[in-house]
């Protein structure tokens, strides 16, 4: 089989590099396991994996791992993107009502919608999370992830905003987010926002 | 806190080898080597024994929790790795152990390092959207891994896959190489 001969003769090419400086960052190959981020940077990364043993040999540990992530969060992604789409679209929806209809945005049905703070918000000694009611919603879980993606801080609550007790993690950059879980069962998810929590003084 | 040898140990065992039972059942599929996914297993073990404190509260992770944990540990793991400039070379047989008469004639071997060569050639002119379509092809993977990794559907995948391939059989009939006469 031609496909055959093909795949011996292109493994016979690939080569371990000398030098990595320049192979696809951890992160890079993160993102494309866990297909997050634009394409095109992700075809780039594919692109140079498949060309590089010893990156191929990272790709391979990672989708092994990457195989195993629990089902909601695999579609978080497609779920964000959802939420950012409906977010547009319901914006441009209240940008053409009238002005004095009186009416608020909610969050969409099949997300939850941040309120504060603003991405890239920088919080000191008073940090309270706010979201939007999702309709159906028993309870929220909100949880704070730090660099790694681990989470630093996570908490249940029936209400619609939380006050995170800042002394119990480190100043650094961090991402929170909002699961709601709805009555029939299944969860309503928001996309993750940055935010810094600064050195206390 | 004591050691992952107390009492917390029932619980982060049950934990962790659930785990590795699932990390495991994918991992042949990926070529994922057994000490790999032990130091991985390891790792784990380490950060849930650290962050979760207690017995009851390991029991009760998260299967996202376990991943997130899972992902971060592999990701230190490379990046170790990467420190240490370390990267094990994989070898058919242990060192030392000769097998004679089984190596291939320098011409033939010389012919089919020129194949090689050539066909890397041939992939490295593809257009960008078929080229790492390809590479992961020739790698080894199927259309439907690729499929899945990049989100696409199976007749985007196999749309530019097949031209792709067909673009270098073209590079190749150009180069008067046919990779089904070559030894």
Redesign the interface.
Known sequence: M??E???D??????Q?PTD?AA?AS??A??A????VGP?GD???T??HV??CT?C???F???????????E??RWLPILAAAAVFVAVGAGVWVAVQPRDSGDQMRGAADSVGLIAPDAGATMDSAAALVWHAVPEANRYTVEI?DQ????AWTADTRDTSITVPVAVISPGEYRWWVRGVLRDGTQAASTLRPFRLRQRP | MGSPGDTLSPALDAVVSR?AG??RA??H????ADD??EE?MQDVRI?LWR?RGSGEKIRQS????V??????A??????RR?AR?E?R?DVDRPSGEATFGTAPPADVALS??E??????RA?DSLI??R??VV??????YTREEIAR???WSEAKTRNLLYRG?ED??RCLRGWNID??T?P
């Open positions: 031609i496909d001969r093909l795949r003769a292109y493994q016979e090419h690939l371990s990595r192979c951890p992160e190959l993160r494309l396991v866990e297909r394409e992700r075809l780039r594919l692109d498949m060309s010893a191929r040999k990272e391979d540990l990672l989708m092994a791992v990457a195989a195993t992530r629990p909601g969060r992830l790694e993606g681990r989470a | 785990y699932m990390v994918v991992g599929r990926y070529r994922l790999d996914l991985l950060r962050s998260p299967s996202s929790y991943y997130r944990t899972a992902m971060s592999a990701l230190d793991l490379i990046r990467r400039r990267d070379v089919r390092a194949l090689a060569a050539t066909v890397g992939v960008d959207s080229r790492p590479r992961m092809y020739l790698t080894g990794l990049l989100g391939l270098v059989r990779a089904e070559q």
